[in-house]
């Protein structure tokens, strides 16, 4: 491949792929409680013992993946509880107007007890970014895993995400949420010209 041709190919590679440094914390929630073995636990709104999130809503369950098979890990996230629907958010620490890859797994629960899908909303810096919405799994160890990824801009140094259920007990369940910074495209094009330079030096 001729040198420019493969320079642009740095480039456009360079430009579509995050860094690889997950700014959420505890994204696999795989930190804190957890649940027992083949169960679940509950945590109300405002429980603290989850690290990372401020929990909201009614309340959440942290499955074990011997209760729902998780994406990865032992545990996933289940945004309503026994009863009403929950939400899970946490502030990110983020450069305004900086660039980011969203990406997490969801499942819709297999319990299911009223008609339509279960569903729930994500919102990115306050405001509405999409709407999750399933129809139950086939069976508790045969979870729909459903990827949901998007390259998103931050409003600002601060920017909150948020999940929220809007289907009670039987909801949308969570694994995997990551946000990473995207390089800026003038960084890479700078370090590849830099490059091209030692190289004509020599
Ligand atoms: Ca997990």
């Known amino acids: 491949m001729h040198n420019l041709a493969k320079s642009l190919l740095v480039i456009a590679l360079s430009v579509s792929s995050a860094n690889g440094v997950n700014i959420v914390v505890n994204g696999g929630f795989e930190s804190g409680p957890g649940a027992p ?5 509950n945590l109300l709104a405002g429980d603290l013992s989850l690290p990372g999130w401020t929990i909201g809503g009614d309340s959440v369950d942290i499955h ?9 890990g032992l545990y996933s996230l289940d945004l309503a509880g026994p009863d009403l629907p929950g939400s899970i958010s946490q502030d990110l620490i ?8 969203l ?3 969801y499942a819709a629960h297999a319990y299911h007890p009223y008609p339509g899908n279960a569903m729930a909303t994500l919102s990115w810096g306050g405001s509405q970014l999409g709407v999750l919405s399933l129809p139950a799994s086939p069976a508790f160890q045969a979870m729909n895993w459903t990827h949901y990824q998007i390259q998103i801009g931050s409003p600002g140094t601060s920017t909150s995400l948020a999940f929220t259920a809007t289907t009670p007990n039987g909801s949308i369940i969570l694994d995997d949420i ?12 700078l370090l590849l010209m830099a490059g091209l330079g030692s190289r004509r030096r020599r």
Not at 94 to 101: E, F, S
Not at 178 to 189: C, D, W
């Open 94 to 101: 983020t450069v305004a107007g900086g660039q980011y890859i």
């Open 37 to 41: 073995a083949g169960g679940f636990r």
């Open 64 to 72: 074990h993946t011997g209760h729902t098979n998780a994406h990865s």
């Open 178 to 189: 990551s946000v990473e910074p995207v390089p800026a495209p003038g960084a890479s094009l």
């Open 103 to 105: 990406s997490f797994w």
